[in-house]
């Protein structure tokens, strides 16, 4: 069974433009989570998501930052117009439903770097 | 979500038992307490989880006491490869809607040889 997949591992942005952090959870998890990381701080929850939901949002940035998590496909987090302050390492999350939520299992990140 | 106090840093050799503690004075009745490791450029990993009493996995032991006001990861005989950032989360398993995880700053295990 494949851990969590993140792609791409490394991101490199000017700013300006858009960063996109694609996620893969776990076979048969169906919540994801993602993290961020910024250097030399801890991890901050973003953003909860089930499939074609968002549970909870409350870490998200109010703009330019996006999340969904489509029926098909990986996880999706995306950041407009990206800017200095958002060079850090992303990390998404999965869990299997109805199991211990605070067991959760990581992906190797994304490190986003915005010139 | 209870708040939760750890040393910033600890340093220890190969071989020598590691003990960790963190504080947790307003944890609440459905709360449980559960330790992540992150090694540097990755992902935090779980490893161990507990309500009271101990707790022991193939990785690590965790000690509870009855008061639950404090917990104490413990490491036995570490290695160069221990060296990484312990975190301690407190939380509610059954938290309602939402399963973020809160994690602090966390302690930094150095291993030397």
């Known amino acids: 069974n494949a851990g969590v997949m993140q792609n791409p591992r490394h991101l490199v942005r000017r700013r300006g433009q858009e960063a996109r952090l694609r996620c893969s959870p776990m076979?048969?998890?169906?919540?994801v989570y993602w993290y961020r990381q910024l250097p030399e701080e801890g991890l901050k929850f973003m953003v909860y998501?089930?499939?074609?939901?968002?549970?909870?949002e409350s870490g998200m940035p109010k703009e330019r930052f996006s999340a969904e998590f489509p029926k098909e496909g990986p996880s999706i987090l995306r950041i407009q117009q990206v800017v200095r302050g958002d060079s850090a390492a992303y990390f998404c999350?999965?869990?299997?439903?109805?199991?211990?939520?605070?067991?959760?299992?990581f992906g190797p990140g994304t490190r986003l770097t915005v010139t | 979500l209870a708040k939760t106090t750890q040393p910033i840093s600890m340093d220890s050799y190969e071989g020598q038992e590691v003990n960790i503690t963190c504080s947790h004075n307003?944890?609440?009745?459905?709360?449980?307490i559960t330790w992540y490791q992150q090694f540097p450029s990755q992902g935090p990993r779980f490893i161990i989880q507990?309500?009271?009493t101990k707790v022991t996995n193939e990785v690590a032991s965790l000690f509870i006491p009855a008061d639950r006001k404090s917990s104490t990861l413990s490491l036995p005989r570490v290695s160069l490869s221990d060296t990484a950032v312990y975190y301690c989360?407190?939380?509610?398993?059954?938290?309602?809607?939402?399963?973020?995880?809160?994690f602090g700053t966390g302690t930094l295990l150095a291993v030397q040889p």
């Open positions: 307003n944890i609440a009745t459905n709360d449980y």
């Open positions: 076979k048969g998890h169906s919540h």
């Open positions: 998501l089930q499939k074609e939901n968002i549970i909870d």
């Open positions: 989360l407190v939380g509610d398993m059954n938290g309602g809607a939402t399963n973020k995880l809160i």
């Open positions: 507990g309500y009271k």
């Open positions: 999350a999965s869990s299997p439903p109805g199991i211990d939520p605070y067991e959760q299992y």
